[in-house]
T-cell receptor
């Protein structure tokens, strides 16, 4: 079964520092992978998705993620954190013509 | 603008009551989903529907029921059989069940048992 594991339930960075949120997937075939962001008491918003067209995927708000098949990873990065990036981030994998499976989430804190 | 509307935003339920959470979309999406979110557990699938008048159980369907009488609407009923209903409930939709389709989410309903 396809699933994702997010390493680190909490990540704290200083404003202006690199953001790195880790996601590893388990899949026997190339998956479709997604990153979502959730602000408090709101729904999830799509940041970016990987659909095999390119291994480096650029998303909204300056985020990007790189698909690495050899490492079964799809880590989310942003070169310079802003205070407004503080939120919870979810990695997800879409199973074969089926529902989406979400990781447990990583809460990002940005310190001034 | 197209989107998904969930109502109410906050809901309080007494022990033994059934409550219904509303989810309406105007995106012309075929598939709709209900997820439950608890702290530290990510999102867990309750029910999903691919087409009108058809729906499937997810991982935690016990104590919940749904209907899909219209393409735009997918209400969720939390029954008295659900022993621990306090959670944040999210409704989502997608164009179809294909693997490359992402989800559009509503803003959620926070249900509390009082």
């Amino acid at each position: 079964a396809q699933s994702v594991t997010q390493l680190g339930s909490h990540v704290s960075v200083s404003e202006g520092a690199l953001v790195l949120l880790r996601c590893n997937y388990s899949s026997s075939v190339p998956p479709y992978l997604f990153w979502y962001v959730q602000y408090p008491n709101q729904g999830l918003q799509l940041l970016l998705k990987y659909t095999s067209a390119a291994t480096l995927v650029k998303g909204i708000n300056g985020f990007e993620a790189e698909f690495k098949k050899s490492e079964t990873s799809f880590h989310l990065t942003k070169p310079s954190a802003h205070m407004s990036d503080a939120a919870e981030y979810f990695c997800a994998v879409r199973r074969n013509n089926n529902d989406m499976r979400f990781g447990a989430g990583t809460r990002l804190t940005v310190k001034p | 603008d197209g989107g998904i509307t969930q109502s109410p935003k906050y809901l309080f339920r007494k022990e033994g009551q059934n409550v219904t959470l509303s989810c309406e979309q105007n995106l012309n999406h075929d598939a709709m989903y209900w997820y439950r979110q608890d702290p530290g557990q990510g999102l867990r699938l309750i029910y999903y529907s691919q087409i009108v008048n058809d729906f499937q159980k997810g991982d935690i369907a016990e104590g919940y029921s749904v209907s899909r009488e219209k393409k735009e609407s997918f209400p969720l009923t939390v029954t008295s059989a659900q022993k621990n209903p306090t959670a944040f409930y999210l409704c989502a939709s997608s164009l179809g069940m294909g693997s490359n389709y992402g989800y559009t989410f509503g803003s959620g309903t926070r249900l509390t048992v009082v």
